[in-house]
């Protein structure tokens, strides 16, 4: 019984063109380009405007799960390429504040010193207020650069200062003082 992530097909655009070859895939859009390389036990083929992945041999658990890899990294990249990923980083805190500075993000953190961080290869930052916008085509590359901006200066559960993903939700912890007034001996 194939994965049922990787069962499904990926439907392709006009804007984007998909080569295949017996090793690796490689995925053109308006945006970029990205080469996957297709694992020895699945095949993949292009059938009416459609990618889709196959196992070949028995049908095992580990080989079902890397055929639903696949077909979710292929997906990523054909919707990288025509419409890009972003993800988006709230500053939170008294005297957090972000600019940019050319390409670079430049941070005030509260450190004797301020943050820069220079973009990768491929991915652009954008700042509004105390907002930062990553974007790029790699939705891997996104978020890993996403992840590191964040580790600079994580949320902290007492006051929730710190970088934070727009849709995260920072769980608030109780300070010494409503420990102290709850424990009434």
């Known amino acids: ?14 804007k984007v063109k998909v080569e295949i070859s017996k ?3 490689k995925v053109t859009g308006p945006l970029g380009e990205i080469i996957l390389t297709i694992f020895d036990h699945i095949s993949v083929q292009e059938i009416d405007s459609q990618i889709i992945c196959k196992i070949i041999g028995s049908d095992i658990p580990s080989k079902r799960a ?7 990294l292929i997906f990523n990249a054909v919707v ?19 600019a940019m ?7 005030n953190l509260g450190f004797s010193h301020p943050v820069v961080v220079n973009p990768p290869a491929n991915i652009t930052f954008s700042v509004v207020k105390n907002n930062i916008t990553v974007s790029g085509f790699d ?3 996104v978020g890993n650069t996403a992840a590191h901006i964040r580790s600079l200066k994580k949320p902290e559960p007492y006051k929730g200062k710190g970088i934070k993903y727009s849709d995260e939700h920072v769980r608030r912890k109780a300070g010494k003082a409503a420990k102290a007034v709850g424990s009434g001996s």
Do not use: A, C
């Open 1 to 14: 019984m194939p994965s049922r992530i990787g069962k499904q097909p990926i439907k392709i655009n006009d």
């Open 23 to 25: 090793s690796e895939i």
């Open 66 to 72: 890397m055929q639903g890899l696949l077909r979710n």
């Open 80 to 98: 990288g390429v025509s419409e890009g990923w972003q993800k988006k980083l709230d500053l939170v805190g008294v005297g957090y504040r972000v």
């Open 101 to 107: 500075k050319g390409n670079d993000l430049e941070l």
């Open 139 to 141: 939705k891997q590359l």
